[in-house]
């Protein structure tokens, strides 16, 4: 007869990145024993995802391959001028999304009290364990303003500058949304070239795949692209997400999730053995109330928008940009402050 499966200790909803995230930290934090079984519940056949991670870090990403810009530059339509930024403490790192999901899954695979099922959606699912950390996505309604972005791994026909990483090209406004290229070299003729839009509404794919046309012809790009990537990413959520813990780790000022994600995982995992509450976001009052007011003028004045970041970018030092992407010090922000255009954030008080 065989043994009875032991009742999960925990059970983890969503095999994305911070599902997986949150095991491999548990894993650690525990040092490889944990107090009982941990079930991931993942609606799709396989974990992971083609789409690349990049970030702002002062090290590289530990025991991952990955590409590194040592600049980064910012244009706005309409201006021949084209802001190149030298970072001396901060890089801005990229992952292939593959290996990322390889490294996690493999670790998870290996480890003998988890357990992963693939294809088993969670509505479906009799939850048993003593504690559930659901990491699904929020729903489109619940995010304040939304990040669309529809890009495309091209071959240009020329080498490219493999050191520096296009954060913000071109911006402009279309269609009344504030809109820019992101371009992200992969190899000395190949990139990542994603059009961007910060709005209360979501971007129609075929409305951005239209500009990303366009883009691409003005970049001289005529190869078929290699691979796409799209999203909605939230900027700022309307309600505290309190039953989905680990969704959506996204920082509401930029749309930058992987760092956030990784330290909400380390979090979370430190909140289980401490068996402390559980909370959903954990950024500071004052990044807060910074983020906060940024996403007013996304959505009262985003015809600002071009020169709030242009002039952001001109005024902060690389590395004071990277950190206010990153990890905002009270410093940062006050240069922050001190470097964006004062009314259209004066206005927000107001409006
Ligand atoms: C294309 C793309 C590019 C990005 N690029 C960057 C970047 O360059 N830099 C950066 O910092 N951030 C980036 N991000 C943001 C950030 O990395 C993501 O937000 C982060 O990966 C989110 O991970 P997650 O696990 O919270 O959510 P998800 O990846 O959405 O994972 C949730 C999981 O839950 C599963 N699920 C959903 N419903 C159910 C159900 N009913 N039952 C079981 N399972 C279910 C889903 O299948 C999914 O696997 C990007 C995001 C995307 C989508």
Redesign the pocket.
């Known amino acids: 007869m065989s043994k009875p499966v032991a009742k999960p200790w925990l059970t983890i ?9 949150l095991c491999e930290a548990l894993i650690n934090q525990f040092q490889e024993r944990l107090p009982g079984r941990v079930v991931i ?4 056949q396989h ?1 992971g ?1 083609n ?5 702002f870090a002062k090290r590289p990403p530990m025991a991952l391959p990955y590409s590194k810009f040592s600049q980064w530059s910012f244009s706005a339509q309409g201006s021949s001028q084209q802001l190149l930024k030298k970072g001396f403490r901060f890089n801005y790192y ?1 992952l292939r ?1 593959d290996d990322v999901f390889a490294q996690l899954v493999s670790r998870i695979n290996q480890h003998p009290q988890v357990e992963l099922q693939l294809g ?4 479906l ?1 009799q939850l048993t364990s003593e504690l559930v950390v659901d ?3 929020c729903d489109a309604d619940s995010m304040r303003v939304k990040q669309s ?1 529809v ?1 495309a791994e091209v071959e240009f026909p020329n080498n490219i500058d493999p050191n520096t990483a296009r954060l913000m090209a071109n911006m402009r406004m279309l269609d009344g949304c504030f809109t820019f290229d992101y371009i992200i070299p992969l190899s000395a003729r190949t990139a990542l070239v994603e059009v961007t839009q910060f709005a209360v509404e979501p971007a129609s794919v075929a409305v951005l795949s239209g500009y990303l046309e366009q883009s691409l012809q003005g970049l001289g790009v005529t190869s078929k692209p290699l691979r796409h ?3 909605v ?1 939230p900027m700022g959520l309307t309600r505290q997400y309190a039953e989905r813990l ?5 920082r509401s000022a930029t ?7 990784k330290a909400w995982a380390r979090q979370t995992a430190l909140a289980i053995m401490h068996q402390q509450p559980l909370n959903y976001f954990g950024q500071s009052a004052r990044q807060r109330w910074f983020d906060g007011r940024l996403l007013r003028v996304i959505e009262q004045q985003p015809e600002q928008l071009p020169r709030v970041f242009m002039q952001m970018a001109r005024r902060l030092s690389a590395d004071d940009f990277a950190r206010f992407m990153s990890q905002p010090r009270v410093l940062t922000l006050l240069k922050v402050m001190a470097a964006v255009p004062k009314r259209p954030f004066l206005r927000t008080f107001y409006d």
């Open positions: 909803i969503g095999g994305g990145l911070a599902g997986l995230s519940i993942e609606r799709g974990c995802n789409q690349t991670y990049s970030f990229r999304g088993m959606d969670a509505e699912a990491t699904r996505p972005f890009g990537e799209q999203a990413l680990g969704s959506q780790q996204i749309g930058y999730g992987y760092l956030e994600t």
